[in-house]
């Protein structure tokens, strides 16, 4: 003959406030990580654009030069 026990386990309320709060903590957590990460991203933008800035004044000073250059040799 079969006989069917079921194991329960003990969960006591304070377990799950306990859990509860460890999920609480770790969105807050996930919150400031994808904030913090948002930040970064404007900053990386930042970044690029004044790159590209100097980049294309870089290039002009370049074309200056051979400019005047060219003008030195005339």
């Known amino acids: 003959m079969f006989t069917s026990a079921t194991v329960y386990a003990d969960v006591k309320q304070e377990d799950i406030d306990n859990?509860?709060?460890?999920?609480n903590n770790l969105q807050n957590q996930l919150s400031?990580?994808?904030n913090t990460?948002?930040?970064?991203?404007e900053q990386k933008k930042t970044i690029q654009a004044n790159m590209d800035s100097?980049?294309?004044k870089?290039?002009?000073l370049g074309?200056?030069?051979s400019?005047?250059?060219?003008?030195?040799?005339?």
């Open 19 to 23: 859990a509860k709060e460890q999920i």
């Open 32 to 34: 400031d990580v994808n």
């Open 37 to 41: 990460i948002a930040g970064l991203n």
């Open 54 to 56: 100097y980049t294309a």
């Open 58 to 60: 870089i290039d002009a």
């Open 63 to 65: 074309s200056d030069i």
């Open 67 to 74: 400019t005047t250059l060219e003008d030195i040799e005339e």
